[in-house]
């Protein structure tokens, strides 16, 4: 491999960009395509497109031959909006199953150190700190805050960005009413059907510890059953 | 901060070893049979001097890949190695699980 080929699949990495290596087996040449490149006219286009939502590496058979493709897609992440009492036991549940997680909000009453030790907590507004750190197709946003002027844009971000699973707390009537106010933002009714709300698994729970276990399930069902998605 | 993130990452560490001066090749295991213990896409980075980091198999493989890697430092030219019980070689290195994997190998340049 060329060294300025590996760095430049190295930095697509650390910025949470999908790419793939493409090696010819045969003779070793290589080529690197990255999840944002339009890659339509390309003979192995379909493959991409299956592994790069996939994130599975593998020999292909083309036509000039057995080509492997080393796929890169960013670790899976958790964004929860609302430092509330579901998410103090929703962090360190996530941070077990493999899960990057991110907590933001801008209530400091909430957001402190001592609720949410040694986790990454952003005091901030998610339209701030979203900025710095925008959602993608690795990330699972829960928004839990109850309040449509925290809550609305992260999940409305969530949904143009195709972040693999949206969840919003809160009842079937304020999920209606949260519909209605999407619906005249102008997004796409087929987006909204995407957002799981009653958010979780429908096991009952009670407890904010049991939501908590509940939200889990459903971000993991999301990450797990997604089409083509890895055993 | 995920467990995974306390290892060091081998793509990360061939470039520094090569910004470093130092000569490395790649492994990687492009196919696996029956019970594999590393996924497809998994890493090893050797040095000239037979430093590595990363993993290939559990432990089984690993030094033969090493020595087959210095060559192809040597020689700068790729290769595909194939390892399993089934192999005549089978009694110096082979997959314990019963499993068969296949390493590509390559030089950084």
């Not at chain 2, 998994?42 to 000239?48: A, K, N, R, T, Y």
């Amino acid at each position: 491999m060329d060294l300025s080929l590996l760095k430049t699949l190295n930095a697509e990495r650390a910025a949470r960009r999908a790419a793939i290596l493409v090696t010819d087996m045969a003779n070793g040449a290589q080529r690197l395509v990255r999840g944002g490149d339009d890659f339509h006219s390309d003979p192995l286009a379909e493959e991409f497109a299956r592994r790069f939502r996939s994130g599975k590496s593998g020999l292909v058979q083309t036509d000039a031959g057995e080509a492997f493709l080393t796929v890169s897609v960013p670790a899976p992440r958790l964004v929860i909006i609302g430092a509330v009492h579901i998410s103090q036991a929703l962090v360190p549940m996530a941070e077990i199953a493999g899960f990057d997680v991110a907590v933001i909000d801008p209530r400091t009453a909430f957001a402190t150190e001592e609720r949410f030790p040694g986790s990454t907590l952003k005091a901030d507004w998610p339209e701030e700190v979203l900025k710095d750190a925008p959602l993608d197709p690795f990330t699972a946003v829960a928004a839990v805050t109850h309040d449509p002027k925290i809550d609305d844009f992260p999940l409305m971000e969530a949904l143009k960005t195709g972040c693999f699973y949206v969840g919003a707390l809160g009842s079937r009537k304020t999920h209606g009413k949260r519909l209605e106010r999407f619906a005249e933002a102008g997004l796409d009714p087929a987006l909204l059907a995407r957002i799981d709300a009653p958010i979780g698994l429908d096991i009952g729970a009670a407890s904010p510890q049991e939501i908590a276990v509940a939200v889990l399930g459903s971000v993991i069902q999301a990450l797990r059953k997604m089409p083509d998605a890895a055993p | 901060m995920t467990a995974t993130d306390t290892l060091p990452d081998v793509l990360e560490t061939a470039a520094s070893w090569r910004d470093s001066g130092r000569s490395v090749a790649l492994a990687t295991v492009v196919e696996t049979w029956g019970s594999a213990p590393r996924p497809v896409g998994s890493h090893l980075v050797i040095d000239q001097d037979g430093n590595f980091e990363g993993s290939v198999s559990g432990g089984c493989v690993e030094g033969a890949v090493v020595s087959e890697a210095m060559d192809v430092i040597e020689t700068g030219t790729p290769t595909t190695l194939d390892f399993g019980v089934a192999d005549e070689t089978a009694w110096e290195v082979g997959l314990s699980c019963g499993g068969r994997i296949r390493v590509y190998v390559e030089p950084v340049v």
